[in-house]
């Protein structure tokens, strides 16, 4: 039987590695592993690493002189943790090669362990922007999970670098929160977008406003107003035309049944209730 390598189309190197002597290039990846989400979800690896080992390798960019990581940061992190404790466990990698846009690809659509933020993403897109990439060729590396339909997961895109280059104090407010009276009320990114869009330097104002609003409320994050989409839309249009069928079908009987009735009224109510029906 012939051996996998000679079956493979493509060679991948793939070695045991010890964690340590992968390098985290500054910058890089767009995680951030100092959130409270991804703490938690490093802590989780660790543990599972720690009975079962690591069951899913991560990739790296072997230089010849450095072996820098693309994709794994929370496994890696959680594999030195470890070390720290003694425990020398090897970290399963696979070696990736290809030009920075092929590189930050790879790690947008490899970080489907723990979904990436909004302000992640955004900067993780803005990079690829930079390099003549668009939002839908991005959208493309969205992870299917998330639930995305194209259409929505280009919009997600172009709202996440919006949401990259707005303000300082406005990624400020989705990342930590705004404080009320005490109280740390969240803001979602739909809104600091929103906010963002409609009038940048009163972005953080606004967003102030939005929390102390949501906190009299009784709520832990400030969120944009739903608004009415298209079927919603066209159902209340639909409602509302049946509504003036309705009325002036029944103008029209109290007329019909009025002695004598008014044959030019009942004309023009005819008339209404025509235009209004092939409107229906």
Not at 182 to 187: D, Q, S, W
Not at 228 to 233: D, E, H, L, Y
Not at 238 to 264: C, H, N, Q, S, Y
Request: charged content about 30%; hydrophobic content about 40%; glycine content about 6%.
């Amino acid at each position: 039987m012939a051996s996998l390598r000679d079956m493979g189309s493509k060679m991948w190197e793939a070695y045991g590695i010890d964690p340590r002597k992968i390098i985290i290039k500054t910058g890089f990846n767009c995680r951030d592993t100092s959130s409270p989400e991804a703490k938690k979800h490093i802590a989780w690896l660790k543990e599972s690493i720690r009975e079962r080992g690591v069951d899913e390798p991560i990739f790296i960019e072997n230089t010849g002189s450095a072996i820098n990581l693309i994709d794994g940061e929370c496994r890696l992190l959680a594999c030195r943790e470890l070390w720290d404790e003694g425990i020398k466990v090897k970290v399963p990698t696979i070696s990736f090669k290809g030009d920075e846009v092929a590189v930050l690809k790879k790690s947008l659509i490899a970080n489907n362990g723990l979904p990436l933020t909004v302000l992640e993403l955004g900067k993780a897109a803005e990079r690829l922007m930079a390099h003549g990439q668009t939002a839908e060729e991005i959208a493309a590396y969205i992870a299917p999970h998330l639930g995305y339909t194209p259409q929505k997961a280009v919009k997600h895109v172009k709202d996440a670098v919006e949401l990259q280059q707005a303000p300082l104090s406005v990624k400020d407010a989705v990342e930590h929160g705004v404080e009320v009276e005490g109280e740390t009320i969240a803001v979602s990114p739909a809104l600091a977008v929103q906010a963002t869009r409609k009038n940048r330097e009163k972005a953080p104002e606004a967003l102030k406003k939005a929390a102390v609003e949501a906190k009299a409320k009784g709520k832990k994050e400030a969120k944009r107003p739903k608004t009415a989409g298209k079927v919603t839309k066209a159902k209340v249009e639909a409602e509302k035309r049946t509504r003036t069928l309705e009325k002036i079908g029944d103008d029209m009987a109290k007329e019909i049944l009025r002695v004598p009735f008014d044959a030019d009224l009942l004309e023009t109510l005819a008339e209404e209730w025509e235009a209004a029906r092939v409107l229906q």
